[in-house]
């Protein structure tokens, strides 16, 4: 695969995910908070945005979108077997929100 096909494909993660959050952001704001980890303030942004720059944005040649697991510990946890897979849905969004909120946590910590 070279550069320009990676690049491509980057656009094309970039945008879907764009347009999916604006749509979660549409229907359901506070599950798209959650779910999408973002603060309200960018979430805000997103919802205004045009297709055009939706677009524009998607256009660099990095993902916007962030893997939300830092640890690779955690990965292994959410990924190994379990007897019910339910709960294992579960677990993977309390890891999130506890994240997500930690991060909340210190951004308003460096804010202070």
């Known amino acids: 695969m070279d550069n320009s096909d990676v690049v ?3 656009y094309g993660i970039n945008l879907s995910y764009l347009l999916l959050a604006q749509r979660m952001l ?3 704001k506070y ?3 959650y779910r999408l980890g973002m603060e309200e ?3 805000e942004k997103i919802m205004e945005l045009s297709l055009h720059e939706l677009v524009k944005l998607a256009e660099t040649n990095q993902l916007i979108c962030k893997l939300r697991f830092e640890k690779t510990e955690v990965i292994e946890k ?3 077997d379990s007897r019910v897979d339910d709960l294992q849905q579960i677990h993977t969004g309390i890891m999130l ?3 997500l909120l930690q991060a909340r946590l210190d951004s308003k910590r460096l804010r202070q």
């Open 78 to 80: 959410l990924t190994q």
């Open 97 to 99: 929100a506890s994240n």
């Open 41 to 43: 303030s960018l979430a």
């Open 8 to 10: 491509k494909q980057i």
């Open 26 to 28: 549409k229907e359901d």
């Open 31 to 33: 599950a798209a908070f």
